[in-house]
């Protein structure tokens, strides 16, 4: 047989050789945060309750920040969501949409005289979506969360779980591009709680909303974060990041595993320092 690379013969030019592929940018942080802090009040008497703090979080990622009561968490989420301004330093969300970012806060926030599909509808109503796409979107999510039996039903008659579905359904009825979630469940019992873990699982897997989540619990940080990030104690520092070892998509059966157990223990001994005063 022939030799498939023939060497050219005399006169013969030598093949241009092919000009290296260009190595794709990464993609731009969707929150970018840098020399971020927040003091309230006035000296003397001010409080310096967040920073300096750095962070970045990447499109569809879902990141879970720890850290002892009082650390600035909230204060941290209130800034990204446009509530509150920072006393330093800059905040970045990088969006496409007037209004990119969706917030559910641990009392739910959902309205008493609204009905269910109402309160869903709450966030497509504010962006002027024509009512007919808007109901339709409300009950999409109203059978995705299970409630599509609740839909003319007031939340005064929903149970905690239920209204807390109610709320998830109406910040993702939007399609944000970043969702903001303040201690979601630490309202509900354990049992409930691991269930709406497992939900929200699913749905950000599937939907691969960016996400920042704030809680208090290492396991739910661990089953729902691509990161978890620790918080020092005030004025709120990031001290550690660690990647939970499980591969998406994963399920809530990762509690059982020994790796999950052996990162838990790692965060509380971070936290442990951080939340007992010297």
């Known amino acids: ?79 990204a969501a ?9 905040l970045e969300i990088r969006t496409t949409a007037p209004r990119p970012a969706a917030m559910i806060f641990q009392d739910y926030g959902i309205y008493d005289w609204k009905s269910v599909r109402a309160n869903v509808r709450f966030g497509l109503d504010v962006q002027r979506v024509p009512r007919r796409e808007a109901n339709t979107r409300a009950d999409e999510w109203l059978a995705r969360m299970g409630l599509s039996d609740f839909a003319d039903a007031y939340p005064a008659t ?46 950000t897997q599937t939907l691969r909303t960016t996400t920042l989540f704030i809680t208090h619990s290492l396991e739910e940080a661990i089953v729902l974060g691509d990161r978890v990030l620790v918080m020092s104690a005030r004025p709120g520092r990031l001290i550690a990041e660690h990647r939970p070892p499980f591969p998406r998509p994963r399920t809530g059966d990762i ?22 005063p010297a």
């Open 1 to 79: 047989m022939g030799d498939p690379h023939p060497e050219p013969t005399a006169g013969q030019p030598h093949p241009a050789p092919e000009p290296p592929q260009p190595i794709p940018d990464p993609p731009r942080p969707k929150l970018h945060a840098t020399a971020l802090t927040r003091t309230f009040g006035r000296p003397p008497r001010s409080v310096e309750a967040l920073g300096p703090l750095d962070l970045t979080v990447a499109p569809g990622e879902f990141v879970c920040l720890v850290g002892p009561s009082g650390c600035g968490k909230s204060t941290l989420l209130r800034i």
């Open 255 to 276: 509690r059982s595993a020994p790796e999950f157990t052996s990162l838990k223990s790692e965060l509380w001994d971070l936290l442990r320092k951080e939340a007992i």
């Open 82 to 90: 446009g509530l509150l301004r920072p006393s330093a330093g800059t």
């Open 158 to 203: 929903l149970s905690g779980g239920m209204r807390q579905r109610v709320a998830i359904a109406r910040a993702l009825a939007v399609e944000p591009e970043l969702l903001l979630m303040d201690e979601p469940f630490a309202a509900l019992d354990a049992q409930l709680r691991m269930i709406l873990q497992d939900e929200l699982l699913e749905i």
